[in-house]
């Protein structure tokens, strides 16, 4: 069978609007666009930080701002989300980051 690709050009119609996927904070949980949340994964037993968002497995995501990740550190929001327990070393290593984001602006 034969079939007949019409070129629909439609260009000019196109919405520059991209999709962007969305996601909620762990500690706010706000959603957000996903490329102002940092994700989080678990990969042997430790939270690691993915900036690139692409590693598999499961992931959380916090904000990044500063507030998010203190709060998120706080409590067992991280640990329950990825199913696991936080080491006070990777806690630590994990809050460090957090120091070096900024805070949110208070409106
Ligand atoms: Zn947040």
Do not use: F
Not at 23 to 36: E, F, G, H, L, T
Not at 67 to 86: A, D, H, M, V
């Amino acid at each position: 069978m034969r079939m007949t690709i019409s070129k629909d050009d439609s260009k000019g119609q196109q919405l520059r609007r991209k999709h962007v996927p969305q996601r909620s904070c762990v500690a706010c949980r706000q959603v957000r666009d996903k490329r102002n949340l940092v994700r989080l994964i678990l990969a042997a037993g430790t939270v690691e930080i993915d900036i690139k968002g692409k590693k598999p497995g499961r992931g959380v995501y916090l904000c990044s701002q500063r507030q998010c990740w203190e709060l998120g550190l706080k409590g067992n929001r991280i640990e329950y989300g990825l199913r696991t327990r936080l080491s006070s070393e990777n806690r630590r290593m994990l809050l460090e980051y957090g120091t070096g984001l900024p805070l949110k602006e208070v409106t």
